[in-house]
């Protein structure tokens, strides 16, 4: 089963846009992490954050987390064409180790 | 720092035969993950090692799926016989992990071996 759902299934944009992405889940927490896919290639980790915090920064990436709505945004500013993947959600269940993922948002940054 | 290993990165078998994959997690990450991976899906997760004992294989189709995590440390994961709804990436990851916490961290991918059952 799939515990988070992200939002929208697709999403295309400009280069230099902004993209915002965003996942809900069902269950309790310790964290959530948002990877990258690109075509063909392994998931590379973006940024986690835990239950306890609300928003982290990484570069251009900017995550929220609202334990109370159980859902998360990513959002990429000044988007590139490299940026061209597919975006997932992964949480980690409270009190246990498994990290389950999404059905990923795939997005096009066209140039 | 080197990655997660896996091999092979392609597989084509036919249906009914069996088929095994391989993983070198990273030097010292106690869990160790098997994702199976259809095109256009997110990873589904099939088995979670801590160290050489199993955490989870809930979603592993023991009928003809079985793995195993030899010495805490490589794993191999098997299909027998296959059938042909098994054709995706099968994705192996590791993490370190808070154990102290209870808590999982950012898990290292591989590149993935996709199969394609015919």
């Known amino acids: 089963s799939q515990q988070g759902e992200e939002d929208p299934q697709a999403l295309s944009i400009q280069e230099g846009e902004n993209a915002t992405m965003n996942c809900s889940y069902k269950t309790s927490i310790n964290n959530l992490q948002w990877y990258r896919q690109n075509s063909g290639r392994g998931l590379v980790h973006l940024i986690l954050i835990r239950s306890n915090e609300r928003e982290k920064h990484s570069g251009r990436l900017r995550v929220t987390l609202d334990t109370s709505k159980k859902s998360s945004s990513l959002l990429i500013t000044a988007s590139r064409a490299a940026d061209t993947a597919s975006y997932f959600c992964a949480t980690g269940e409270t009190g246990g180790f498994k990290t389950i993922f999404g059905a990923g948002t795939r997005l096009f940054v066209k140039a | 720092e080197a990655g997660v290993a896996q091999s092979p990165r392609y597989k084509i078998i036919e249906k009914r035969q069996s088929v095994a994959f391989w993983c070198n997690p990273i030097?010292?990450?106690?869990?160790l993950y098997w994702y199976q991976q259809i095109l256009g899906q997110g990873p589904k997760l099939l088995i979670q090692?801590?160290?050489?004992?199993?955490?989870?294989d809930s979603q592993l189709p023991k009928d003809r799926f079985s793995a195993e995590r030899l010495k805490g440390v490589d794993s191999t994961l098997k299909i027998q016989p296959a059938k042909l709804e098994d054709s995706a990436v099968y994705l192996c990851a590791s993490s370190l992990d808070e154990a102290l916490l209870s808590m999982n961290t950012e898990a290292f991918f591989g590149q993935g071996t996709r199969l394609t059952v015919v």
């Open positions: 030097s010292g990450h106690a869990t």
């Open positions: 090692f801590q160290n050489n004992g199993v955490v989870d």
